[in-house]
């Protein structure tokens, strides 16, 4: 027989890109699921994740950064974030602490106001501003539009998390568990390789070269015995000037992105990993509908 004061639900983290959404939510769940970087587009997918306590279960959904697309992969993200936010039943708007408001909030507004949900503002990296800049973005923000709740927080400093996890409880509905307790995300294991690489590539790369890559995991087989994983992967760029700054003089950089990724893979697997990479240029791969599903980002399953 369920609890019942047992709450649970689904929230959404919406925001710009690089205000800090996954970094928030693998800071909330206490463990590393969502890849980070100062880089914009880093999340392409929505990523699922599971928070459970003794008073309930919270599934967040981390989406892309919401923006103006420029090709097929773009448009891809920008639907995965926007339908989202019809599908929950909370949504934790995250800005940054700056009291200028520009067309991309105005447009994320525009959104929440019409999908009629609960909508906490979250206004992330309060540890770079003082206590007068804060008051003065809450001050902009409200006059912006009606928010269920408003929460000062730093993600990376972990400062008032378990206030803003006590904030989404409360706009919660009583409801089931979801998932097992052990569960902490309904990403495929070949998945979060896949960004774990694409993380380590992002923060090595030049500006210009990690939107345009992706990682397909070719081969990830456990040898007998359980204590080692093979794990084959390719990058994948559009440029044959890509591919060499990728790989590096003398295979400098493809060795640094595969060892840095390495060591996240063999903590998350628990077990040592041999990680080999490979890069290929396939041309405009982000304009291919079939590469793009290829890749994983398929607009049918959103």
Not at 19 to 46: D, E, F, W, Y
Not at 259 to 286: F, G, H, P, T
Request: neutral net charge.
């Amino acid at each position: 027989m369920e609890d019942a004061k047992f709450k649970s639900g689904f929230v959404a983290l919406v925001g710009r890109p690089n205000v800090g959404k996954s970094t928030l939510m693998n800071h909330l769940i206490g463990q590393k699921i969502a890849i980070t970087s100062r880089k914009p587009q880093t999340t392409r997918n929505r990523i699922q994740t599971v928070y459970t306590c003794s008073r309930g279960q919270i599934i967040f959904l981390d989406t892309p950064g919401i923006h103006k697309a420029k090709n097929k992969l773009g448009n891809y993200m920008v639907s995965a974030a926007e339908g989202t936010f019809s599908q929950v039943d909370v949504v934790l708007w995250l800005v940054e602490p700056s009291t200028f408001i520009g067309a991309g909030e105005r447009h994320i507004a525009e959104q929440l106001q019409k999908a009629n949900v609960p909508v906490i503002l979250v206004i992330n990296k309060i540890d770079t501003v003082d206590k007068e800049k804060l008051e003065e973005c809450l001050g902009a923000y409200r006059d912006l539009m009606d928010f269920s709740d408003m929460m000062p927080v730093s993600a990376l400093r972990s400062l008032r998390l378990s206030e803003l996890t006590d904030a989404i409880f409360r706009y919660l509905p009583y409801g089931p568990k979801y998932y097992d307790d052990d569960t902490v995300t309904d990403q495929p294991q070949r998945q979060i390789v896949s960004e774990m690489i694409r993380e380590k590539a992002l923060r090595n790369l030049e500006e210009e070269i990690p939107h345009g890559i992706a990682v397909a995991i070719d081969r990830m087989k456990e040898r007998p015995g359980g204590d080692i994983m093979d794990i084959d992967a390719t990058i994948i760029c559009e440029k044959d000037s890509h591919k060499g700054m990728i790989i590096g003089k003398g295979g400098a950089m493809l060795r640094s992105i595969g060892s840095q990724a390495r060591r996240d893979i063999e903590q998350m697997l628990e077990m040592k990993v041999n990680l080999q990479l490979w890069v290929k240029v396939k041309k405009d791969w982000r304009d291919s509908d079939f590469m793009i599903k290829n890749f994983g980002y398929d607009e049918k399953e959103l």
